[in-house]
């Protein structure tokens, strides 16, 4: 079974915590509240609405229908699908979910499939591919309003934007891309921003190389795309 998620948190770092969670599955759709077990910072509250009068009497994760029906599906040939997958599977894993079953992260295929975009994030892909033209009937068929960062709303263009990746691969395609590197081809930011790594590592090769020593907390196939080329520079 495919399952469709999202979460809110309340925030970025290491110590932030699952305030909402939305998951598709199928044709039924399921929101829930969770406790995070500190306070929500009003940064992250000014993205996903959701404040700390609203979580006061809700679950913490481990008490929660999520935490159950999280229990109830790992392994087997269920797939989770999420889009920066990692980062959630990271907050699951945080209350205590290690996922076991396969997983597609909608970010890294999209970039890895349409290399080309000036964006990736799941608004962007959303007004890129035209998802809009689409999703008023769709999301009336689940019974959910289209709210950017409302986990049960993204979910759903998650759901949409996977349909659409299928027209440029099979799903186990999609599986093996969201387990291996993707060779990214152009700079996301700086001062290149925009501009085909490659071409930079040939003109600026220390650019590349004090990025990689700069930045820690470099994305992962960002930092393996850098190398691969700077291996290339003859």
Same mark, same amino acid.
């Given at each position: 079974?495919?399952?469709?998620?999202d979460?809110e948190?309340?925030?970025?770092e290491?110590?932030d915590?699952?305030?909402?969670?939305g998951?598709?599955?199928?044709?039924?759709?399921?929101y829930?509240l969770?406790h995070?077990g500190?306070?929500?910072?009003?940064a992250?509250?000014a993205?996903?609405q959701?404040?700390?009068?609203?979580?006061?009497?809700?679950?913490?994760?481990?008490?929660?229908?999520?935490?159950l029906?999280?229990?109830?599906?790992n392994?087997?040939?269920n797939?989770?699908i999420?889009?920066n997958a990692?980062f959630?599977?990271?907050?699951?894993?945080?209350e205590?979910i290690e996922?076991?079953?396969?997983v597609?992260?909608? %970010?890294k295929?999209?970039?890895a499939?349409?290399?080309d !975009?000036?964006?990736?994030?799941?608004? $962007? =892909? /959303?007004y890129?591919?035209r998802?809009?033209r689409?999703?008023?009937?769709?999301?009336?068929?689940h019974?959910a309003?289209?709210?950017?960062?409302?986990p049960v709303?993204?979910a759903?263009?998650?759901?949409m934007?996977?349909?659409?990746?299928l027209?440029?691969?099979?799903?186990?395609?999609?599986?093996?891309?969201?387990?291996?590197h993707?060779?990214?081809n152009?700079?996301?930011?700086g001062?290149?921003?925009?501009r085909?790594?490659?071409?930079?590592?040939?003109?600026?090769?220390?650019?590349?190389k004090?990025? %990689?020593?700069?930045?820690?907390d470099m994305?992962?196939? !960002?930092?393996?795309?850098?190398?691969h $080329? =700077? /291996?290339?520079?003859?």
């Amino acid at each position: 079974m495919l399952i469709f998620f999202d979460t809110e948190t309340t925030g970025l770092e290491a110590n932030d915590r699952i305030c909402a969670v939305g998951m598709v599955e199928e044709d039924q759709t399921h929101y829930e509240l969770i406790h995070p077990g500190r306070k929500i910072p009003p940064a992250a509250s000014a993205i996903h609405q959701i404040t700390n009068e609203m979580v006061k009497e809700a679950p913490v994760f481990a008490d929660s229908k999520s935490y159950l029906r999280f229990r109830e599906l790992n392994g087997g040939s269920n797939v989770l699908i999420s889009h920066n997958a990692p980062f959630d599977l990271a907050m699951l894993a945080k209350e205590g979910i290690e996922w076991q079953g396969e997983v597609i992260d909608t %970010l890294k295929c999209a970039k890895a499939l349409m290399d080309d !975009l000036e964006g990736y994030s799941l608004q $962007f =892909l /959303r007004y890129e591919l035209r998802l809009y033209r689409e999703e008023e009937p769709f999301f009336t068929d689940h019974g959910a309003l289209i709210t950017p960062h409302h986990p049960v709303s993204d979910a759903l263009h998650v759901k949409m934007l996977y349909s659409y990746l299928l027209d440029l691969a099979e799903h186990e395609k999609l599986v093996a891309i969201s387990k291996s590197h993707v060779l990214l081809n152009r700079l996301p930011f700086g001062k290149y921003a925009k501009r085909r790594i490659e071409e930079i590592a040939l003109k600026d090769a220390g650019y590349l190389k004090w990025m %990689l020593e700069s930045l820690v907390d470099m994305d992962g196939d !960002l930092r393996y795309s850098i190398e691969h $080329f =700077l /291996r290339e520079v003859p």
